[in-house]
């Protein structure tokens, strides 16, 4: 929408990418972030050669101060933000008895902390645009098995289980602000964060990144009296 902006983390491919490019389609100005410059100033590029307005503005989401300078820069560009899609993930596969510790943090650092961080750091800006037009929308993107821990993923699965109660909370303390928040939980999704599966489970097999960009255009498309705390997304066939 004219006059309205978004910032995306975890927006150099993959799911990040194909909500940026579907608020981006539909108007937004958007403050694109990943963690490798030459790949996020990559995505960035393939946006401007279809007409939309973005900057890219790396971060490594594992550091406070990098997410303090995303926000800031954000704020300093824009000046608002209508829509917050916290994309950025990392899951590190293996049993639990033989899991590193340096492992465990990481995903918590950027899988959940992360998220935490931004969104407080953004709080006043969508508090501003809540106030504006009462719908002001956080997008966490959560996983299918932060709702049905799976086995070999148990740190990935219990982060992503905490991203959908901070979901949960944001709803309770925030939505009165004019602020909703929806967690976005999907099974194998076709991304460069499945290749390891994909002997199991083929690509063609997959949801689609764009399912979930479109789900995002869904949620921009209620009114604000529809909140929506979370979707499940799954395949044909799938079981939980």
């Not at 694109?32 to 900057?55: H, M, N, W, Y």
């Not at 594992?62 to 917050?84: F, K, M, P």
């Not at 939980?185 to 599966?197: H, N, Q, R, S, Y």
């Amino acid at each position: 929408m004219q006059g309205r902006a978004a910032l995306v983390t975890g927006g150099s491919s993959g799911i990040g990418l194909a909500i940026a490019r579907a608020l981006g389609e539909d108007g937004y100005a958007l403050t694109l972030s990943a963690r490798r410059p030459e790949k996020l100033e990559q995505a960035a590029a393939g946006l401007r050669a279809d007409g939309i307005d973005v900057d890219a503005v790396p971060a490594n989401m594992a550091e406070e101060q990098d997410v303090l300078d995303l926000v800031a820069a954000h704020r300093d560009r824009r000046g608002r933000l209508d829509v917050l899609v916290n994309s950025a993930g990392l899951g590190i596969g293996g049993p639990i008895a033989e899991h590193e510790t340096r492992k465990l943090d990481m995903q918590i650092a950027v899988n959940l902390r992360a998220v935490y961080i931004t969104t407080r750091e953004c709080l006043a800006l969508l508090k501003e645009a809540g106030a504006e037009h009462r719908k002001a929308l956080i997008v966490n993107v959560s996983s299918i098995s932060g709702k049905y821990g799976q086995s070999w993923l148990a740190a990935y699965s219990a982060t992503k289980a905490g991203v959908v109660g901070l979901t949960q909370a944001l709803h309770k303390e925030h939505s009165t602000d004019g602020i909703q928040a929806t967690a976005l939980c999907p099974g194998w999704v076709d991304t460069a964060m499945t290749e390891f599966i994909k002997e199991a489970v083929p690509a063609e097999e997959m949801i689609r990144p764009e399912d979930i960009a479109g789900a995002v255009r869904y949620l921009l498309s209620t009114s604000p009296n529809c909140v929506v705390p979370e979707i499940q997304f799954i395949r044909p066939g799938e079981t939980l």
